[in-house]
C-alpha cells in the first residue's frame, strides 16, 4: 500500500499534466472574431507578430503605437488582412496621450456596438545596459516611467471597458525578474516592479477589503520610490561582488510599528473616500469602506516607502476580480529585437562611457568595455529571432477557455532562468560566477 500510493499519485500527475497540454490548452472561447482587443507597442517585436495574429484570426484590434508615423505604418502593413485594424498614437509614458487614445477608443467601440475584450500591454523599452557605477537616477526613472508605470496608467485608464466584458489584461514581464544578470539594472528594476504590480491584483486573495485606501491614481507616485525598493539590492549584488562587497537583504514580516498604527490608516482611508467622487463612493458602497478597516493593516508592512509602494499595487487587486476579469503575464526570456539590437545598445554604451569620468575608466578599462560588447553580441547572436513563441503566447492568453495565469516563453527562460531563480542566494551568487566564467564577462581593471 505505501509502494502503491506514491505510484497513483504520479500517474494522476502526468495524467492532469497531459490532459492539460492536449486537451484543455486546446480549447478557445467561442467567437473569437467578435473580440476586440487593445494592444501598446504594436509598431514592432512581440506586438506586431501578435497584431498580425489577431487580424488572421478575425479579431478588431486597437494598437497603440508610440509615434504617429509608426501606427501608420502599420496600418500600410496590415492592409488586405481578414479582421479589422485601428492604429492610433498612444505613448504610454504620457498621461495626456493615454487619455487621449482612451478617448479614440471609446469611441471605436461605440460606431462598432462592442466591448473591449482584452488589454495586451506589450509596450516597454530596453532601457540603459551598463554597471550601476556608470548610471544616473535618470536611467532608473526612464526605464520605470515606461516599463511599470506604463502599463500600470493603461490599465487604469482601459479597465473599466474590460469590466464590461469581464475580458483579460495581460502583461508582458521578463525573464530577467528570475535572472538579475548585471549591468542590466534599469530594465531589472522596471520589470520587477511591474511584476509586483501583477502578482498583488492576481494573487493577494485573503485581505478582502483591504484596498479601500488606494484609490490614488499611481501615476501621482513618486517615481524615486522605485528606485529604493528592495529588489533593486538584487540586480547589484553581482556587480559589486568583484568588489568583495556583500550586498543583504532583511525581509521583515508584518510588525506593529508607528508606519502602520490603526489611527493613521484610518484617517488616510477617510481622505482618500472623502476625494474620490460620487459614482465610485456609490459603486463600492459605506459597508465595502468599513469591512476594509478590519484588513487594513495586512496590506501596510514595512517602511513608509513599502507602503506607498503597496498603495499604487493595490488599486484593482479586488476590483478586477469581482469584475470576472482575469490577470496574465506573459514572461519571454530573450529574443532578438528592435528594443535589443546591437548597433542600439553599441552606441547606448558608447554614450554612458563617454560620460562617465576619468578615473570611473580608469577603474574599468578600456578591456572591460570591449570584452563587454562581446559579450552582449555573443548573447544577441544566440537569441532566437522568431518571436513567434511570444505572439502565440499572449493569442493563448486571450483566446484559450482556461489560460495560464504566467507564460514563461523561451527555452533559457524555462530551462535556465526559472531554476536559477529556486536556488538560495548563496547557490546563485555562485551560479553567476559560473556563468560569468563561461561567457568570459570581464572584470573591472582595478581588481583583475
Given at each position: 500500500m505505501l509502494v502503491l500510493l506514491p505510484t497513483l499519485i504520479l500517474l494522476a500527475a502526468v495524467v492532469a499534466v497531459l490532459l492539460r497540454i492536449f486537451v484543455i490548452d486546446k480549447l478557445q472561447i467561442k467567437n473569437v472574431e467578435d473580440k476586440v482587443v487593445l494592444v501598446t507597442g504594436s509598431a514592432g517585436g512581440f506586438g506586431r507578430k501578435f497584431v498580425a495574429k489577431c487580424l488572421e484570426?478575425?479579431?478588431?484590434?486597437?494598437?497603440?503605437?508610440?509615434?504617429?508615423?509608426?501606427?501608420?505604418k502599420l496600418l500600410e502593413e496590415c492592409k488586405g488582412m481578414k479582421g479589422h485594424l485601428c492604429a492610433f498614437q498612444m505613448d504610454i509614458s504620457s498621461e495626456e496621450s493615454v487619455m487621449t487614445a482612451k478617448d479614440y477608443v471609446v469611441r471605436q467601440l461605440n460606431k462598432i456596438n462592442k466591448d473591449l475584450?482584452?488589454?495586451?500591454?506589450?509596450?516597454?523599452?530596453?532601457?540603459?545596459?551598463?554597471?550601476?557605477d556608470f548610471l544616473t537616477l535618470n536611467a532608473y526613472e526612464e526605464a520605470v516611467e515606461v516599463n511599470a508605470y506604463g502599463p500600470i496608467r493603461v490599465?487604469?485608464?482601459?479597465?473599466?471597458?474590460?469590466?464590461?466584458?469581464?475580458?483579460?489584461?495581460i502583461f508582458c514581464t521578463s525573464a530577467v525578474c528570475r535572472f538579475p544578470a548585471p549591468g542590466m539594472g534599469p530594465y531589472a528594476l522596471s520589470k520587477w516592479a511591474l511584476?509586483?504590480?501583477?502578482?498583488?491584483?492576481?494573487?493577494?486573495?485573503?485581505?478582502?477589503?483591504?484596498?479601500?485606501?488606494?484609490?490614488?491614481?499611481?501615476?501621482?507616485?513618486?517615481?524615486?520610490?522605485?528606485?529604493?525598493?528592495?529588489?533593486?539590492?538584487?540586480?547589484?549584488?553581482?556587480?559589486?561582488?568583484?568588489?568583495?562587497?556583500?550586498?543583504?537583504?532583511?525581509?521583515?514580516?508584518?510588525?506593529?510599528?508607528?508606519?502602520?498604527?490603526?489611527?493613521?490608516?484610518?484617517?488616510?482611508?477617510?481622505?482618500?473616500?472623502a476625494r474620490a467622487n460620487d459614482s465610485l463612493r456609490e459603486e463600492y458602497g459605506e459597508y465595502w469602506l468599513s469591512r476594509g478597516y478590519i484588513t487594513e493593516m495586512a496590506a501596510t508592512v514595512g517602511e513608509e516607502l513599502f507602503l506607498r509602494v503597496v498603495d499604487m499595487l493595490d488599486e484593482i487587486m479586488h476590483e478586477l476580480r469581482e469584475y470576472s476579469v482575469d490577470v496574465i503575464t506573459v514572461e519571454p526570456g530573450i529574443f532578438c529585437t528592435p528594443l535589443n539590437s546591437v548597433q542600439k545598445m553599441m552606441n547606448s554604451m558608447n554614450d554612458i562611457w563617454a560620460r562617465?569620468?576619468?578615473?570611473?575608466?580608469?577603474?574599468?578599462?578600456?578591456?572591460?568595455?570591449?570584452?563587454?560588447?562581446?559579450?552582449?553580441?555573443?548573447?544577441?547572436?544566440?537569441?532566437?529571432?522568431?518571436?513567434?513563441?511570444?505572439?502565440?503566447?499572449?493569442f493563448h492568453a486571450i483566446t484559450a477557455t482556461c489560460p495560464y495565469k504566467n507564460y514563461v516563453v523561451g527555452l533559457?527562460?524555462?530551462?535556465?532562468?526559472?531554476?536559477?531563480?529556486?536556488?538560495?542566494?548563496r547557490l546563485q551568487e555562485l551560479a553567476m560566477k559560473l556563468i560569468e566564467w563561461h561567457y568570459g564577462a570581464p572584470k573591472p581593471a582595478i581588481v583583475d
Open positions: 484570426s478575425g479579431m478588431t484590434v486597437l494598437a497603440g503605437c508610440r509615434t504617429k508615423e509608426s501606427a501608420e475584450y482584452a488589454i495586451v500591454n506589450n509596450a516597454g523599452i530596453q532601457a540603459q545596459c551598463m554597471f550601476d490599465t487604469k485608464l482601459f479597465k473599466d471597458l474590460v469590466k464590461k466584458s469581464k475580458g483579460r489584461i511584476t509586483g504590480y501583477v502578482e498583488v491584483i492576481r494573487m493577494k486573495t485573503i485581505f478582502r477589503g483591504a484596498e479601500g485606501y488606494i484609490t490614488e491614481m499611481a501615476a501621482t507616485v513618486g517615481e524615486e520610490l522605485f528606485l529604493r525598493v528592495v529588489d533593486m539590492l538584487d540586480e547589484i549584488m553581482h556587480e559589486l561582488r568583484e568588489y568583495s562587497v556583500d550586498v543583504i537583504t532583511v525581509e521583515p514580516g508584518i510588525f506593529c510599528t508607528p508606519l502602520n498604527s490603526v489611527q493613521k490608516m484610518m484617517n488616510s482611508m477617510n481622505d482618500i473616500w562617465a569620468n576619468d578615473s570611473l575608466r580608469e577603474e574599468y578599462g578600456e578591456y572591460w568595455l570591449s570584452r563587454g560588447k562581446r559579450v552582449y553580441v555573443d548573447l544577441h547572436d544566440a537569441s532566437p529571432s522568431d518571436v513567434t513563441p511570444v505572439s502565440d503566447a499572449y533559457d527562460a524555462m530551462l535556465m532562468f526559472r531554476p536559477f531563480s529556486l536556488l538560495p542566494t
